[in-house]
């Protein structure tokens, strides 16, 4: 892409609406903007951040076997009523009445209305195990919305839910979902604390939540970094850790990016959602939930990964893996070897950016760090009279000087090395 072409509005200031680096960064280099208190849209890079987390969870979700599906925001009130949360979480519930005179809400989870679906098509023990999840847009009417993506009002999570005949299948599935879990926040270049949890209003007996220990996060977690104890309630009267009894216990923010829950039949049994055994016998379908906040992610992953010059990113879910920048847009030779590089790097399969405009070198390199792209590629007359180019990794900020015919395969190189 060009980015004469692609709508990349950074910014030299954030707004005074942005309290952490995050949500300042997510301005300032154009992946969102708010339209109102907790409600965002996604500029095109920030969509192709989303898209790339989105797919690492696809895969992981599909590696063990479940299915995607799309399930409806609109959710009638009576559903909820059944299983008693629409009074659990009347503050959050964002309700109203249609036309027809139903009591309606946007979705903020979908538990009930999983439940409803696969009520009406499992009858069987045959037909369990089942796992389904999706990932779409929920709702929720917040409080307090704050650090951007962090506390929102819109968000997008992925939820998945797990079906079986009995706590056996449950366990066995629940791993596998936790496994997962590891895998997807490991890919997005997360380094995670997980913890046994409250469910809840959710409900159940056993969860975890997947953690990600941030300056601005709005949670505080108690951790032992000698053996990985870790636990959400900071009440904690010892200071050293109750598992290995050597390490000393700390206490840090952190941003809750996963949870996972045994639900047992507090769905399935108020919603009648059985199946049959081989004797021909009932009984309630024994549930497992599992959400991921895949907007929330964007954030936990710049307040991660940044410094004083712009967002860091991982290379897994970085909009662009290689900016080329000519330095002097104007001059013929410099614009066409960036082009020639930018079309060969292309063809290499790298997912590019050429900033073709004609601006300063200064405002190029600034709004180069800013968006945070793995790798720079720059093209200057200096370095052309001598057959060379500049490549820049973000991450450690080395400049390498690279004769242009070596340049693809030193990108390749460098590429499968950084992280």
Same mark, same amino acid.
């Given at each position: ?68 599906? @799309? ?11 059944? !299983? ?71 968000? #997008? ?12 299948? @449950? ?38 939540? %997947? ?28 200071? !050293? ?9 700390? !206490?840090?923010?952190? #941003? ?55 967002? #860091? ?6 909009? %662009? ?24 790097? !292309? ?73």
């Amino acid at each position: 892409m060009y980015w004469s072409k692609t709508f990349i509005p950074t910014l030299k200031e954030a707004p005074a609406e942005a309290e952490v680096i995050s949500h300042k960064l997510l301005f300032r280099a154009g992946l969102v903007r708010m339209l109102t208190s907790g409600v965002y849209s996604y500029l095109p890079l920030g969509l192709m951040v989303l898209e790339r987390i989105e797919n690492i969870i696809r895969e992981e979700m599909n590696s063990i076997g479940a299915q995607e599906l @799309l399930l409806p925001c609109l959710q009638p009130m009576e559903l909820w009523k059944k !299983t008693g949360r629409d009074t659990q979480l009347a503050q959050t519930l964002i309700r109203f009445t249609d036309r027809r005179g139903r009591d309606m809400c946007l979705g903020p989870t979908h538990e009930e209305v999983i439940t409803e679906l696969v009520k009406d098509h499992v009858q069987s023990y045959r037909q369990l195990p089942l796992i389904l999840y999706q990932i779409q847009t929920k709702f929720r009417d917040e409080i307090r919305p704050r650090f951007g993506l962090v506390r929102a009002c819109e968000f #997008i999570m992925k939820d998945a839910y797990s079906f079986d005949r009995d706590k056996n299948g @449950l366990e066995k599935n629940y791993q596998a979902m936790y496994e997962a879990y590891k895998k997807i926040f490991s890919r997005c270049g997360l380094e995670i604390v997980i913890i046994e949890a409250d469910p809840g209003v959710m409900g159940g007996d056993i969860s975890h939540e %997947f953690m990600v220990p941030a300056e601005n996060g709005e949670d505080i977690i108690v951790l032992c970094k000698e053996c990985g104890f870790a636990i959400s309630n900071p009440q904690v009267e010892s200071k !050293t850790c109750p598992k290995c009894k050597r390490g000393q216990l700390i !206490t840090e923010p952190a #941003i809750e990016i996963g949870h996972i829950f045994q639900l047992g039949t507090k769905y399935s049994q108020v919603q009648g959602a059985e199946f049959l055994d081989e004797s021909r016998k009932r009984h309630p379908i024994i549930m497992g939930c599992y959400g991921i906040g895949v907007s929330r992610l964007i954030s936990a992953i710049i307040e991660k990964n940044n410094d004083g010059h712009g967002i #860091i990113w991982p290379k897994t879910v970085s909009p %662009f893996e290689v900016l080329v920048l000519p330095v002097q847009a104007q001059d013929k030779e410099v614009r066409e070897t960036a082009r020639k590089f930018y079309e060969a790097l !292309t063809k290499e399969g790298f997912n590019c950016l050429l900033d073709d405009r004609e601006e300063s070198a200064g405002i190029k390199f600034k709004d180069a760090d800013l968006i945070g792209v793995p790798l720079r590629l720059t093209i200057g007359e200096e370095n052309l009279k001598q057959g060379k180019a500049e490549i820049k990794i973000r991450r450690s900020g080395e400049v390498l000087k690279v004769e242009l015919k070596s340049i693809p395969d030193k990108i390749k190189e460098i590429f499968n090395k950084i992280s």
